[in-house]
Antibody
Framework: QVQLVESGGGVVQPGRSLRLSCAAS????????MHWVRQAPGKGLEWVAL????????YYADSVKGRVTISRDNSKNTLYLQINSLRVEDTAVYYC?????????????WGQGILVTVSS | QSALTQPASVSGSSGQSITISCTGT?????????VSWYQQHPGKAPKLMIY???DRLSGVSNRFSGSKSGNTASLTISGLQAEDEADYYC??????????FGGGTKLTVL
């Protein structure tokens, strides 16, 4: 079955870096655009980044632009999110999601989420 | 990239209908038909319910329907059931090729 599994989260000090991974299975990963979406504790969903199916185009939320890099390795069926200069406000559950509409946001499959806590 | 505007909470009795609004601008909701609605139960990942304004994902009850007028999209849930109690989020594609979510609406079934 279609499955997305995030990993790489944990407790990190402010200013440090972290790379999240999202392992895909059960579908042709290289055919789909992918998103990262985050949710701070008790808050709503916040879109973070989008990467096209072939990695040729990437888009970022203004709130993370310049600190975050989305990437993918289609040979490994894996999506990544590199977050640098972590801030307390980056504390959130991070979800990866598959997009059926090539970036339009028809996100039909989500991972279970991975918690990132930024704290000294 | 301002969040789309949703009411913080709505409520309805079992069997009744409710509507959740999602207001944006001509750069997002009003300018595209890539509006989606998600249901999220506590501690769970969001679940896509409606996409492209009014299309239901396969397997989603026909009690859920979506529409759009100008810069405002709406989600209507008819015949409310206890299991509908959840948080609901709208999202829209934007003219900058990004996505934006609404602030979320907590639905309480009385």
């Amino acid at each position: 079955q279609v499955q997305l599994v995030e990993s790489g989260g944990g407790v990190v000090q402010p200013g440090r870096s972290l790379r999240l991974s999202c392992a895909a299975s059960g579908f042709t990963f290289s055919s789909y655009a992918m998103h990262w979406v985050r949710q701070a504790p008790g808050k709503g969903l916040e879109w973070v980044a989008l990467i096209w199916y072939d990695g040729s185009k990437k888009y970022y939320a203004d709130s993370v632009k310049g600190r975050v890099t989305i990437s993918r390795d289609n040979s490994k069926n894996t999506l990544y999110l590199q977050i640098n200069s972590l801030r307390v406000e980056d504390t959130a559950v991070y979800y990866c999601a598959r997009d059926l509409s090539s970036g339009g946001g028809r996100n039909d499959c989500w991972g279970q989420g991975i918690l990132v806590t930024v704290s000294s | 990239q301002s969040a789309l505007t949703q009411p913080a909470s709505v409520s309805g009795s079992s069997g009744q209908s409710i509507t959740i609004s999602c207001t944006g601008t001509s750069s997002d909701v009003g300018g595209h038909n890539y509006v989606s609605w998600y249901q999220q139960h506590p501690g769970k990942a969001p679940k896509l319910m409606i996409y492209d304004v009014s299309d239901r994902l396969s397997g989603v009850s026909n009690r859920f329907s979506g529409s759009k007028s100008g810069n405002t999209a709406s989600l209507t849930i008819s015949g409310l059931q206890a299991e509908d109690e959840a948080d609901y989020y709208c999202s829209s594609y934007t003219s900058s090729s990004t996505l934006v979510f609404g602030g979320g609406t907590k639905l309480t079934v009385l």
